[in-house]
Nanobody, 115 residues
Framework: QVQLGESGGGLVQAGGSLGLSCAVLGGIFGLRSMGWYRQAPGNQRELVATITSGGNTNYADTVKGRFTISRDNAKNTVHLQMNSLKLEDTAVYYC?????????WGQGTQVTVSS
C-alpha cells in the first residue's frame, strides 16, 4: 500500500524559512505529479506548488518567488523550500502524488508563522 511520509514543518517567525519533505513509501507505478497543498482554518485546501516528473513546476501566485519545489525521481521524494514566510502561510501542508489513476495524500504537517 502506498503511503506518503512527510517531514519538516513547525513554528517559525515571519521572514524565516522552513523546508518540507515528502517520500513515497511503498511501490508506486506511473508516478506523475508531486506537490504540496495547504489548508488554513476555515479555508478550503489550496494548491501551493507542484512538479512533474519532467521538472515542470507550478506555483500559487501567493508563493511565487518565495517557495521552491524540487523532486528526486530516483527516490520518489519531493521537497518544498519556503523562504520569507508570512503570517498567512500558516496552515496544514499536505503532500500529494498523482498517478494516471489515483491521488495519494499525506497526513499533513503543521506550519505556523508567528509575528
Amino acid at each position: 500500500q502506498v503511503q506518503l511520509g512527510e517531514s519538516g514543518g513547525g513554528l517559525v517567525q515571519a521572514g524565516g524559512s522552513l523546508g518540507l519533505s515528502c517520500a513515497v513509501l511503498g511501490g508506486i507505478f506511473g508516478l506523475r505529479s508531486m506537490g504540496w497543498y495547504r489548508q488554513a482554518p476555515g479555508n478550503q485546501r489550496e494548491l501551493v506548488a507542484t512538479i512533474t516528473s519532467g521538472g515542470n513546476t507550478n506555483y500559487a501566485d501567493t508563493v511565487k518567488g518565495r517557495f521552491t519545489i524540487s523532486r528526486d525521481n530516483a527516490k520518489n521524494t519531493v521537497h518544498l523550500q519556503m523562504n520569507s514566510l508570512k503570517l498567512e502561510d500558516t496552515a496544514v501542508y499536505y503532500c500529494n502524488c498523482k498517478t494516471g489513476l489515483k491521488d495519494y495524500w499525506g497526513q499533513g504537517t503543521q506550519v505556523t508563522v508567528s509575528s
